[in-house]
């Protein structure tokens, strides 16, 4: 069975530009969760999406948004990039209360 | 607020030394506590789930055991392969699946 893939698997942008990155679900998942991975804060909840909606948000600025198509597959976009945006943007999808993570996305702005 | 924390930060031990990682947690109502395995560069794997004190759970080398306001895992006779960090998260009644994870314990096995 495919594991969760993210596209792309790196990135680089400069300030003030926008991004989007997308996640592809292990089969059969409907739940997807996005996290943000930093040295220094570590592992981030952003965002969960189920059937299409938002399930629950994590504490990150408005400019951090998302969504969910009916074949499970989501997306986030992340606006008027910033600096501190630079991280490992990692996608995971739920049966049960299990996630799977994916490779990740590393975002560089610059 | 849902807390993780995580000990030691960094571990070393030689091939064969047997050891334990912690995790103390806080949360409103455990739904359930999460061991994953993160190598540079890639996503966390998954290793365990935990739902209840006194629950206990092994693969190969690894044992995770929970009480009510913390988790061990036990690695007995470590190999090199095992280096990684090893990831704690919990994940709280009416929060969907959202984790809150700990910092992790970055272990380095020497051979």
């Known amino acids: 069975k495919a594991g969760v893939t993210q596209t792309p698997r790196y990135l680089i942008k400069t300030r003030g530009q926008q991004v989007t990155l997308s996640c592809s679900p292990i089969?059969?998942?409907?739940?997807v969760s996005w996290y943000q991975q930093t040295p220094g804060q570590g592992l981030q909840f952003l965002f969960e999406y189920f059937s299409e909606t938002q399930r629950n948000k994590g504490n990150f600025p408005g400019r951090f948004s998302g969504r969910q198509f009916s074949n499970s597959r989501s997306e986030m976009n992340v606006s008027t990039l910033e600096l501190g945006d630079s991280a490992l943007y990692l996608c995971?999808?739920?049966?049960?209360?299990?996630?799977?993570f994916g490779p990740g996305t590393r975002l560089t702005v610059l | 607020e849902d807390q993780v924390t995580q000990s030691p930060e960094a571990l070393r031990l030689q091939e064969g030394e047997s050891s334990s990682l912690n995790c103390s947690y806080t949360?409103?109502?455990?739904?359930?506590l999460f061991w994953y395995r993160q190598d540079p560069g890639k996503g966390p794997e998954f290793l365990f789930t935990l739902y209840s004190a006194g629950e206990e759970k092994e693969k190969e080398r690894l044992k995770a055991t929970l009480t009510k306001k913390e988790s061990f895992l036990h690695i007995t006779a470590p190999k090199p392969e095992d280096s990684a960090t090893y990831l704690c998260?919990?994940?709280?009644?009416?929060?969907?699946?959202?984790?809150?994870f700990g910092s992790g314990t970055q272990l380095t096995v020497l051979p």
């Open positions: 998260a919990v994940q709280a009644e009416g929060s969907a699946r959202q984790l809150t």
């Open positions: 089969s059969g998942h409907r739940s």
């Open positions: 995971a999808s739920g049966l049960g209360s299990e996630q799977f």
């Open positions: 949360v409103s109502g455990l739904r359930g």
